[in-house]
Every structure is written in structure tokens, then in C-alpha cells.
């Protein structure tokens, strides 16, 4: 477009005169310029921004405002496109965009420009608004300490809102891995529909490429400090998704859990003072809840100001010195009613029996519950808390030492129930071993041989513990009335059978047991007892053994040296599996759901055969009426059996021998995995997978019984019920019903079923005549096997119950042989007509299988065929 010539300029007015012609005007023409006249010139609306005749350059010029026509489309009109034309024309300006934007990602402006709009655009998707993600900071503001502590450099303000900025968005965006979606957005809504008042955060989370390994750093080394940033920006989020949820709480607490390292209680020192722990132990005491200061206000007595609100932490206790109403100094008095408090208990946590060296004292250490951590555990769970591990001033602790000490205590942050994450304990490759070994077919054998393959025959006690360690299944219809499913083992006999060795290859085997003497635990020491805290003088609930082995066995050694009182009060515990605690204002009620298997010494010394078993044991009715199985060893001489003892005992002390232990670990795991036992011929299961074994069937396997076994079991408990009247011996009652199904159901669960078929209803059926067999008068015995022989005898059972008649007719012929003055006996024969008499008596009319089988070949029997005899070599 043309423009007006340079050279033609406005007129220039005639009265103007050319610039430093007259001496005294340069002075005017600088003033002029510069504008230093009085500022009185101007008139109020402002300055005239036109000068004299400047209006003159707009005044029209026709023979200059000519323009050129050329490169114009006016005069053209164009039709209007199709909308084929049309789409075709946007896909070409499309393409011209994509190039542009591919040219602009060379430009750094671009790229920070993009990146803001991406961010902005990320918040509004959330549906929330971070101002501070707009901020400036350091990329390494987190990274760089410079040279500062940990605690140090969190406390930095723009650390910390760094810290606030980056966990925000943590919980905004981060996904599950599994269902790709927010995962603490539907914790913070679970968390809302059950309004709770904290938000439970997985460590590996944290600790993932995906999350904020920074925080993950900083929180163990300063975690007072961390985790009040976290609380603040929790908060904050929970309130951005829901407004009013601050009506129900006011802050959200952020839980820790799953952190990698677990410190044993024994093992914590002064390094981990202040920093976030993990360890485990079993709740021995816990207070009441109390009422704790949390903001706090006071009342100036002088003058009635209300002071406030101070915020009382856990570490220092926040006073005012100063009034600043009538400037004085007090006293002071707490405003109860403006005051907040939240909830406050005390526990203490012991070593896990299973984790206490050798000759060792269980330690233990005490632990802080706030808020909705209160009453998460009772006295006798084994958990896991995550807290901070801090001191405290006592002074009783010095006035004690003599010199300053502290004492040390763990502020608790997450707790998790060790009971119900016990069978999470198995990986996928120990659940497919005991699958594996599930489908033996003689895998109930394989289990009952090895319990405590160290002790010689006793194989009724081995099946009576190994049901035991299984246990049955408890029921609760209605939540009404609560049957127990653990099974209570009673052993009973000579001194030197192995009761104490049963009771600690048990302690060993189960997935939890605590051990302990009837002798030194009174009452309170099995149950549980109220007592003063030495430090702050309440009233505290201390759990006993019984407690304490909720969820698995107690084992109780010498459990006839406690006095009737004693015994009176674990009544409750044994068959209601609670103990009810009604002292010093604490009216409370503690689980005591574990089987319990004791030990005891016949009176005199040695059982006597001639009497019953109420009359051997120094224990009465209602104590016995509470075992399911009544185990009576006795030490019977047999010169065979004893010399057979006698070479199994020797052999173990020479195979376990230090000198002959094998080297070589590979062949260490081979001998461990093909144990054979020398009696039975049975392969033995390695202790660790029978541990891992029973612990998978305690928790996920859970048979029920059928309706076509009860008339069974009702006709066998008539019958015993019968006879126990007509003998006088233990009394038989309802419970004795109720131990036959807890014995079936034991029985399905070695075989990991979740049904109860006709195999385990006979096993414990067996068991349970064995129990009451045993208990009778040795005058009586024989008459009631012969009772209950269709009961007794097995496909599984009728071998051994051929080589007991086998081994009775050998006893008596070595008797008479021996009356006769007989001293070098090498063997001993019987006639083939005695034995199959004896055999048709108990119902088996084939015994010629028998003579062909391992146990009677193990048992150096030989059947000769011409002579009709059967004989036994004596070594």
C-alpha cells in the first residue's frame, strides 16, 4: 500500500525561528523540550498529547490517497466449497499444524508451555485445584540436603511443601497395578462410606517407580516430621473429594504399613531412637482408654481471659506464661469445655515364645495407641506395630539407676494382627508342596510316624497329638452359643515314657504354642490377673499362658502338681474358651481359644493297671470330662520290645552324633527328605513342611459333617455310655459326642478335604475307644475290646490289632517257658490253631495276608507252613 512521500511534510508555520540564533532563547528551547516549566500548565484532565496543528496530518490528500488494486481478491467472488472441498482443506491445514507442532518441539518455550497446560489440565481432571504445582521450585529441592540432617532438611519450609505437593498428587494419581485404578481414591472413599479417621499407605507403593521414593527415604530417618506432612496433605485431599467429611473428623492420620525391615525387641538400640521401626511380639498388658490432651485451652483466674488453643504434642508439654489480657502471670486453669481430647492407650508387647533364645528372658517394651488405634488389640494377639521409637524422662527409672537414664517406648503408627496373616505366610511354592503331599495315599500314616520320630513306638499318642495339632472346627450358630473345635489331650502314665518329650516336639510343631508347668503357673499364670503398673500405679490386665496361646496349643507339663483351686479356674478356659476377668473395676472377658495338651504322673509314682483312670490321677471329674483323649502310658516289661528300645536309642544317639553328621548340605536335604522310619517302614515328613502342613489345614480347610454319620456315632456313644455305668470307670457324657466329631473333623483336614467321609468318622471312633479302653480296669479290658470289635478292627487296623494278639500269645508262651527255668531262649514259637482262634474272636477270619505283610516280617516273625507254627527269634 503506498504511503505518503518522506519528503512531503506539513507546512511549517512562518512566525517559527531557526534554533540558536538569538543569545537567551536556548535556555526557553530546553525548558520547552524537558518540560521543566511548573507543572501548573497542565490542566486537571491530563496532558494534551496533541500539539499545535498536529491535526493537520490527517486532513485528506486525493491525489495522494491512491492505492494499488494489484494482489486483492475483491473483485473476484468465490462459490462456496462442497463439503468434500471442505473436509478436504481442513485435513491440509491439519497436516500443516502437525508440522508446526513437530518444528515447535526443537523450542524449549514450547515444551515448558505444553507442560503447563498438560498440568493444568491433569488437575482439572481430578476435580482439584494445586496451586503450588504452578510453583517454581528446584528440580533437586528434595535430593539436595545440602549438608544438612534429614530432620533439618524436611523441616524446611520449601521442603516441606514439596513433600505436601508430591504425596498429593501420590495419592491422586498413583494406580493399582492389577486394576489400573486410583487406589487411594477408593481407600479415601472406603474410608468415608466407614468413617474412619485414618488412610492406611502401602511402603512398596511408596517405594515404586510409580510413586515418591523420596518420601520413602526421608520417613524412616525423620518420621515425626514426614508424617505430619503427609497428615496435612491427606487432609487436604480427603477434603478436596469430600467437603464436609471434616465435620466427622478434623484430621486424617496416614498409616504406614508393610515397611520391608522388622526389628526383633531385643535388637533395638540407641540407633534407632527416633526413627520408624517395625517389630513383633504378643500383647502381655493393656490399660484402659484414656482421655489425652490434644488442643488445648486455659482460663486466666485473674481476669477470665480464655487462653488458646495450644497444641499439645506427645514430646513437650505446651503451657502459657503470660496473660496477655491483664499482663499476669496466673495461675492458669484448663478449660475442660473448650478443650479437645482424643483417646489414649498403653500396651506392652513381649517376644513371640518361638523367637526367645536359650536360657534367655522374654524381653518386652511398651507402646502408645492414639485415636482409632485404641482397642486393636487385646491382651494374648500376636501383632506387628510400625511406629516411632522414641524416649521419654522417668523419674522413677532414675531414682531406681541412680543416674540419668530414659526410658524408651514405641509410638505406635500401624498395627496388623500377626493371626490373621499366618497362613500369608506360605509362598506358592510351599502351597504346592503340600498339595503335592495331600495326594499320598498314606499320607495319614506319614503324619502320625512323624510326630517326634525320636520316641519309639507309643503310635495311639502320636495320633491323638497329631488330631490335636490339626484340630476340629469350632461353631457359633447364631452367634448365640460357641463350640469349641479344639481338641484337649490329657497324657497320663510311668515316669521315663516321653510324656515331657511329646510336649516339646508339640511346642516345636505348632504354628504357635506356649509351654509351660503346672507346678510354677498358678491360676493367674494360666488365665490372666489385674495388677498395679509399677510405673503409673493403674490398673493394667496381664495375660496368662492360656491367653497367650489363643489361636494355637498350650502345652501344660506336670499339670497334677496344681492345687484344686488352680485347677478349679481354668474350667471356663478349657471348655467355654474364655476367661472371664471381674476385678479392681475392670469387667472384661479374653479369648482362650487354644487346645491344650497336658501331662501327668499317676498317683504313687507308676500307674496302677488294677484301677481306673480317675483313681490313678489326682485330677476330678470336670477336669477329665474336658479332654477329648485320655492317654495312659504305661511302661510294660517285654523283653523283645525292650531290646528293640533299646537298639532304636542307641542307634539315634550314634546317627546324631556331631562326628557323624554328614558335610555336605545336598546331602544333608536328601537324607532329611527320605527318612525312613526303622519300625514302620514309612517315609517321614521333614518337620518344616509338617509345620507349614498343618498350618495350611488349620486355615483353609473346613469340613463339615454329614447327617448319615449321626446315627453311628449315637449308637457308639450309647454303647460306651452303657458301659461306663456298668464299670464305674470315667464317666461318659455329651461332650464325648462332641470330641468324636472334633476328632473326624481332624482327621478330613490331614487329608485336606472339606468333608467328613466314613474313614474319618472311623478313625475317630477308634481313637475315642482306644481312650476309653485304656482308662478300664486291666481285669475289664479284654472283655470291652471284644465289645467293640467291629469298631476297633479296620482295613487299616486289623494288621495291628493281629500282631498285639501275636505279640500276647508270644508273651505268654515266654512266660511259661521262662516259669519252666529256661535261660537260653533264642526263640520262641506258637501254634497257627491258637492264633487264628484268637483272631476269630475279634471277627477277622483271614489271616493269611497278615503273614506275607512288612509288619509282620519287621517284627522277625516266621510262619512255617509244614509245622503249622509261627516263631519269633529272641536276640
Avoid at 537 to 559: N, P, S, Y
Avoid at 574 to 581: C, G, P, T, V
Avoid at 635 to 662: C, I, M, W
Avoid at 766 to 788: D, G, N, Y
Amino acid at each position: 500500500m503506498p504511503s505518503r512521500r518522506d519528503d512531503e511534510s506539513p507546512e511549517v508555520n512562518d512566525t517559527e525561528q531557526p534554533l540558536g540564533q538569538q543569545p537567551g532563547e536556548d535556555e526557553d528551547v530546553i525548558d520547552e523540550l524537558f518540560n521543566n516549566e511548573n507543572e501548573e500548565v497542565e490542566d486537571e484532565e491530563g496532558e494534551n498529547l496533541f500539539g499545535d496543528d498536529m491535526e493537520r496530518d490527517y486532513r485528506p490528500q486525493p491525489e495522494l490517497d491512491v492505492y494499488s488494486e494489484s494482489g486483492l481478491d475483491d473483485a473476484s467472488d468465490l462459490d462456496d466449497l462442497s463439503v468434500s472441498a471442505r473436509q478436504a482443506a481442513e485435513r491440509e491445514m491439519a497436516q500443516r499444524d502437525q508440522l508446526l507442532d513437530e518444528d515447535a518441539l526443537f523450542y524449549e518455550e514450547g515444551d515448558e508451555e505444553r507442560r503447563r497446560r498438560r498440568r493444568r489440565r491433569g488437575v482439572q481432571e481430578e476435580g482439584a485445584e494445586d496451586v503450588e504445582m504452578e510453583e517454581e521450585v528446584p528440580i533437586d529441592i528434595l535430593e539436595n540436603l545440602r549438608g544438612r540432617s534429614t530432620k533439618d532438611h524436611v523441616s524446611d519450609e520449601a521442603v516441606a511443601r514439596e513433600i505436601e505437593r508430591r504425596f498429593k498428587n501420590f495419592l491422586r494419581a498413583f494406580k493399582d497395578p492389577e486394576t489400573r485404578k486410583a487406589k487411594y481414591l477408593q481407600a479415601m472413599s472406603q474410608m468415608a462410606s466407614e468413617n474412619k479417621e485414618s488412610l492406611e499407605v502401602d511402603f512398596r507403593d511408596l517405594a515404586d517407580e510409580n510413586g515418591e521414593p523420596n518420601i520413602c527415604y526421608f520417613l524412616p530417618e525423620a518420621p515425626v516430621q514426614v508424617l505430619r506432612i503427609l497428615d496435612k496433605a491427606a487432609t487436604e485431599v480427603v477434603l478436596d473429594h469430600y467437603p464436609y467429611y471434616g465435620r466427622v473428623c478434623a484430621e486424617i492420620k496416614v498409616r504406614i504399613s508393610h515397611l520391608p525391615v522388622e526389628e526383633d525387641i531385643r535388637m533395638l538400640r540407641q540407633i534407632h531412637l527416633n526413627m520408624l521401626i517395625k517389630t513383633s511380639g504378643v500383647v502381655t498388658v493393656a490399660t484402659g482408654i484414656l482421655p489425652q490432651l490434644s488442643v488445648v485451652k486455659y482460663d486466666c483466674v485473674a481476669c477470665g481471659y480464655i487462653l488458646g488453643p495450644f497444641i499439645q504434642r506427645d514430646d513437650e508439654e505446651v503451657k502459657p506464661t503470660i496473660c496477655p489480657s491483664c499482663q499476669g502471670r496466673g495461675p492458669f486453669e484448663l478449660n475442660v469445655e473448650n478443650t479437645v481430647y482424643h483417646n489414649y492407650q498403653r500396651i506392652t508387647i513381649q517376644e513371640s515364645p518361638n523367637k526367645v533364645a536359650a536360657g534367655r528372658l522374654p524381653r518386652s517394651k511398651d507402646c502408645i495407641l492414639l485415636g482409632d488405634l485404641c482397642d486393636s488389640c487385646k491382651p494374648g494377639d500376636e501383632i506387628e506395630v510400625t511406629g516411632v521409637y522414641s524416649n521419654n524422662f522417668d523419674g522413677a527409672l532414675n531414682y531406681k539407676q541412680g543416674f540419668p537414664v530414659f526410658n524408651t517406648l514405641i509410638h505406635a503408627n500401624h498395627i496388623t494382627n500377626k493371626d490373621k496373616l499366618a497362613s500369608s505366610q506360605l509362598t506358592d511354592e510351599d502351597v504346592k508342596a503340600i498339595r503335592e503331599l495331600s495326594k499320598d495315599p498314606h499320607i495319614a500314616e506319614r503324619v502320625f510316624a512323624s510326630m517326634a520320630p525320636s520316641i519309639y513306638g507309643h503310635d495311639y499318642v502320636k495320633q491323638a497329638i497329631a488330631l490335636a495339632l490339626f484340630r476340629g472346627e469350632s461353631k457359633n450358630p447364631g452367634e448365640k452359643h460357641k463350640l469349641r473345635g479344639d481338641i484337649n489331650v490329657l497324657l497320663c502314665g510311668d515316669p521315663g515314657t516321653a510324656k515331657s518329650q511329646f510336649l516339646r516336639f508339640a511346642a516345636h510343631t505348632a504354628p504357635r504354642a506356649v509351654l509351660t508347668t503346672g507346678q510354677g503357673a498358678s491360676a493367674v499364670g494360666l488365665t490372666a490377673y489385674v495388677q498395679r503398673h509399677p510405673v503409673t500405679r493403674e490398673w493394667t490386665l496381664e495375660a496368662g499362658a492360656m491367653v497367650l496361646a489363643d489361636k494355637g496349643v498350650c502345652l501344660i507339663d506336670e499339670f497334677d502338681k496344681m492345687s484344686d483351686q488352680d485347677r478349679t479356674s481354668i474350667h471356663e478356659a478349657m471348655e467355654q474358651q474364655s476367661i472371664s476377668i471381674s476385678k479392681a473395676g475392670i469387667v472384661t472377658s479374653l479369648h482362650a481359644r487354644c487346645t491344650v495338651i497336658a501331662a501327668a504322673n499317676p498317683i504313687g509314682g507308676r500307674y496302677n493297671p488294677s484301677r481306673t483312670f480317675a483313681e490313678n490321677v489326682d485330677l476330678t471329674e470336670p477336669i477329665l470330662s474336658r479332654f477329648d483323649v485320655l492317654c495312659v502310658i504305661r511302661d510294660t516289661v517285654d523283653p523283645v520290645e525292650d531290646e528293640r528300645l533299646a537298639k532304636f536309642v542307641v542307634g539315634n544317639h550314634v546317627k546324631l552324633h556331631p562326628a557323624n553328621q554328614v558335610d555336605d548340605d545336598e546331602d544333608d536335604e536328601h537324607d532329611e527328605e527320605n527318612v525312613v522310619d526303622a519300625r514302620t517302614g514309612v517315609v517321614l515328613i521333614p518337620q518344616d513342611l509338617l509345620r507349614k502342613y498343618i498350618l495350611y489345614a488349620r486355615e483353609n480347610c473346613h469340613p463339615t459333617l454329614h447327617e448319615k454319620h449321626a446315627e453311628k456315632l449315637a449308637t457308639v456313644f450309647a454303647q460306651l455310655r452303657k458301659q461306663s455305668m456298668a464299670t464305674g470307670s470315667v464317666a461318659v457324657t455329651v461332650r464325648h459326642v462332641e470330641s468324636m466329631i472334633r476328632l473326624a473333623e481332624a482327621h478330613a483336614k490331614l487329608h485336606l478335604r472339606t468333608y467328613v467321609n466314613d474313614d474319618d468318622v472311623q478313625a475317630a471312633i477308634r481313637i475315642m475307644l482306644e481312650s476309653f479302653i485304656s482308662t478300664q480296669k486291666a481285669s475289664i479290658v479284654r472283655q470291652m475290646r471284644k465289645t467293640f470289635t467291629k469298631y476297633l478292627t479296620t482295613n487299616q487296623s486289623s494288621s495291628e490289632l493281629l500282631l498285639f494278639i501275636l505279640k500276647q500269645l508270644i508273651k505268654e508262651q515266654m512266660h511259661y517257658e521262662t516259669a519252666r527255668g529256661r535261660d537260653d531262649i533264642t526263640s520262641i514259637s506258637v501254634a497257627e490253631s491258637d492264633f487264628i482262634d484268637k483272631a476269630q474272636q475279634l471277627k477277622i477270619e483271614n489271616v493269611k495276608p497278615f503273614y506275607s505283610s512288612d509288619l509282620f516280617m519287621s517284627n522277625h516273625f516266621k510262619y512255617d507252613a509244614n509245622l503249622k507254627q509261627i516263631t519269633q527269634a529272641i536276640f
